[in-house]
């Protein structure tokens, strides 16, 4: 028989192992959440590091084809559209200029934009040049970048993108996937204020545009892409020399096209995601007066100035 004293202790024995053990099994408790903790944020690091899934790394490949001329806002201009092409993946920007020869103040301009790109030339025939009537601008351009990709390129899309208009970025990510035409509308195109397909019921039901001119595709140069794929499946395919109908002459000569066969982006036609906007066109800079700046920075400066 236990004594009073020693009965007290044995209880105070097992409260003491209780608590003991109470307390051990938080200390493990709180070891297994560090670890289940210390784990998860590990796990979330490592996927983080994994390389993305074929189809989400590798997206079809752009090709932007750019017409360029020499004048006073052609540098800002490629500037201005490099930038926002830099926003885009697998993208290469075909800058061909309407010169006999290129110009290495547009290449610099073009190497620290840092888009890949190809520059290349293209002028437009004499014949055009010296008429007093509309000149067939950025053709021969684009002709010279559609014989790049006949030459160059398997797969993506192609877009014509002229250096001074205004482009959303999600527009390109939504061509990218076009099978042969896809087309959206253009804000600000003559005073009808947009170029744009008309959807009807789901469906591509005409054109609205400020001029029809009795055109089959009335759109305008910022409102369609066109795969590869089937630009060499069309091979005569090509931009005609004909001011006011570049676009449709182009389109047409990729017939036979079915008007269920285009894709209508930017949510069906209801979003603008490109502009057609215009510069004030620029004096050309007078020269510098050399006795008075040659020995300073605008020395320099003056060799930056693109005159016509
Ligand atoms: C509109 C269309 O959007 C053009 O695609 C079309 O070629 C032109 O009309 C036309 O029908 O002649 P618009 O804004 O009036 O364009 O013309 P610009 O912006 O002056 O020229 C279109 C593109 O061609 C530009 O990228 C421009 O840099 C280039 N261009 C212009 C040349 O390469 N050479 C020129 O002499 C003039
Ligand atoms: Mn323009």
Redesign the pocket.
């Known amino acids: 028989m236990l004594l009073p004293q020693a009965k007290e202790s044995k209880v105070n024995e097992n409260l003491s192992n209780k608590m003991a053990l109470g307390k051990s099994i938080k200390m493990y408790l709180t070891i297994f959440i560090a670890t289940t903790c210390i784990y998860m944020v590990l796990y979330q690091y490592h996927m983080s590091r994994q390389p993305l899934a074929a189809n989400e790394l590798v997206k079809p490949p752009l090709y932007i084809i750019?017409?360029?001329?020499r004048r006073p806002e052609?540098l800002a201009?490629l500037t201005r559209l490099g930038y926002t092409l830099k926003h885009v993946l697998n993208l290469l920007w075909l800058v061909i200029?309407?010169a006999n020869k290129t110009n290495p103040l547009v290449a610099h301009t073009l190497d620290r934009i840092g888009v890949p790109y190809e520059y290349l030339v293209a002028p437009?025939p004499e014949q055009y040049k010296l008429t007093k009537r509309?000149?067939?601008?950025?053709?021969s351009?684009r002709n010279r970048g559609l014989d790049y990709l006949r030459a160059n390129a398997t797969e993506g899309v192609l877009y014509?993108a002229?250096?001074?208009?205004t482009y959303d970025v999600n527009i390109f990510e939504q061509m990218r996937y076009t099978k042969k035409v896809s087309m959206w509308p253009v804000g600000l195109v003559t005073k009808t204020g947009v170029s744009s397909p008309i959807i009807r019921e789901g469906k591509l039901d005409g054109y609205y545009d400020g001029w029809i001119g009795g055109r089959k595709y009335p759109v305008?140069?910022?409102g369609f892409a066109v795969s590869v794929k089937f630009l060499h499946e069309r091979p005569h395919a090509k931009m005609p020399f004909k001011?006011?109908y570049?676009?449709d002459g182009f389109l047409r000569s990729l017939a036979p096209l079915q008007n269920n066969e285009i894709e209508l982006l930017a949510d069906e036609c209801r979003e603008i995601l490109t502009w057609?906007t215009?510069t004030k066109k620029n004096p050309a800079a007078l020269p510098f007066n050399q006795t008075r700046y040659g020995n300073t920075n605008l020395a320099f400066i003056e060799k930056l100035l693109v005159r016509p």
């Open positions: 750019t017409p360029t001329y052609q201009e200029e309407d437009m509309a000149k067939p601008r950025g053709v351009n014509f002229d250096d001074d208009n305008d140069m910022a001011p006011g570049e676009e057609h215009q």
